[in-house]
């Protein structure tokens, strides 16, 4: 039986970059080599389009392909649809901008190919945390208090507008970029003034938070849109002042699985975890981040529709004590790629919907 041709694309131009590297590195030392025959896609910095014709040692392909400036066999090529159409999956882990909104998921559509993680609808509102926070709304799920603004305001009008509603600390963050990259916490109208810079230096609509004191959760879920598994509850125990880019890729915050939040508390997580999956109509794999006050209550933060995949990344990990062996976890991913796209090939012909 013929392998099953996947094609591993990872990189990107946004602030992510480096940590796609890592997950991708990750991926090509688990895959099961003799169910898939992988290939790899870079991404760069500068929007080239590099393909590794991975022919070193495995070894050294896991280790060098971390670095931007490696050595590896790989040539510049063309990204288009018959380029894409030549694999049986596509597997991309590009996190955040242009890899993690909906823009790759959207040549993926056209070219009709099998790919891992969410479609182009949900992988964009997975990636826009103000839209998130209203469909989280109607599935009733509880979340912290929030209000919308955009670069177009005013920062005099924005300061305003929360210091109305809210008391000093308040988190501020672009709406549409993951790994808390231009997350800010204020602790005065000083800081919340750099923190509004930032994030319109970034993005186009900022969010302001209430500042939620508790313990940071997380939970993995896996799965296609009808049935899903939930991991148990990891926590993130932080050293630093919140769960910011550096804490989560640079300082190595201690992660771990908690043996000390009663059965109930646990199951309420979990059940919210997968509302917000399905409130996003999500597929394939997500991370789902809570926050629990100390009086019990969880509050859902976020949910991350490509997290990281590195060995020590939380999806994997949670997944991991769930019971599913890191290999497995890729080799689930790609068969529901594949089933989506056998169970869901409809007719678009008008004469055919007749």
Known sequence: MAKIKVLLIFGGVSTEHEVSRYSASSIIKEIDDNIYDLYALEISKKNEFLLYSLEEKKEDIVSDIQ?????????????????????DVIFPIIHGSGGEDGHLQGLFEISKVSYVGANVISSAIGMDKAICKVLFNNA????AKYLQFTCDDTNKYIISEIEKIFTYPVFVKPACLGS?????KAYNKEQLLEGIKL???????????????????????????????VSNVGEV????????YKA?????????????IDKNTQ????????????????????????????????????????????TISMFPKLMIAYGIEYKK??????????????????VFDLEEVK
Not at 140 to 143: D, G, R
Not at 237 to 244: E, N, P, W
Not at 248 to 260: F, G
Not at 331 to 342: F, H, P, V
């Open 329 to 346: 976890i890729i080799t689930k991913l790609i068969e529901y790629a594949i089933d989506r796209k056998k169970k869901y090939d409809f």
């Open 140 to 143: 009733k799920i509880p979340q």
């Open 180 to 184: 808390s990259v231009g997350v800010t």
């Open 199 to 229: 994030c319109k230096k970034v993005e186009r609509k900022i969010l302001v938070e209430e500042y939620i004191v508790g313990r940071e959760l997380e939970c993995a879920v896996m799965g296609d849109y009808n049935e899903v598994v």
């Open 267 to 310: 199951e309420l997580i979990k059940a919210y975890a997968i509302k917000a999956f399905k409130a996003i109509d999500c597929y394939g794999l997500a991370r789902v981040d809570f926050f629990l006050t100390k009086d019990n209550k969880p509050i859902l933060n976020e949910i991350n529709t490509l997290p990281g995949f590195t």
């Open 248 to 260: 989560k890729y640079i300082s190595e915050e201690k992660t771990y699985i908690p043996n000390d």
């Open 67 to 87: 670095k931007i400036n490696n050595t590896l066999n790989k040539r510049e090529i063309d990204l288009s649809i018959n380029f894409i159409k030549t694999y």
């Open 237 to 244: 125990v932080l050293k630093s002042d919140f769960y910011s």
